[in-house]
């Protein structure tokens, strides 16, 4: 079993920055992939970027990249995401998961453990 508490959302206004953490519990954090996800209110949860088990290789969607980085560390149990140039379409509630697999999951089923969510807010 793996607990994932995310942390670090709020209001933020257009072009501002914020850093999401994940702190992990449970079995062996470099076991698992992890990921971070977003749900708007009315849309469907969304893939945001991912890293691997090892943290050598990082996947993002193409409306992120570039603005997002994705990160993790180890010894810390934590994954963090990296938000700047925050738009108003950022806004949702940002979840982190975590896979056991060798790839970079995309799809939420993919994914055996999920957090409770940290809402952002980006305001124009």
């Known amino acids: 079993q793996v607990t994932l508490v995310e942390s670090g959302g709020g209001l933020v206004q257009a072009g501002g920055s914020l850093r999401l953490s994940c702190a992990a519990s449970g079995r062996t954090f470099s076991s698992y992939a992890m990921g971070w996800f977003r749900q708007a209110p009315g849309k469907e949860r969304e893939f945001v970027a991912a890293?691997?088990?090892?943290?050598?290789?990082?996947y993002y969607a193409d409306s992120v990249k570039g603005r997002f980085t994705i990160s993790r560390a180890g010894a810390k149990n934590t994954v963090y995401l990296q938000m700047n140039s925050l738009k108003p379409e950022d806004t949702a509630v940002y979840y982190c998961a975590g896979a056991a697999s060798l790839r970079l999951p995309t799809l939420p089923v993919e994914y055996d453990y999920w957090g409770q969510g940290t809402q952002v807010t980006v305001s124009s």
């Open positions: 890293i691997s088990r090892s943290g050598g290789s990082t």
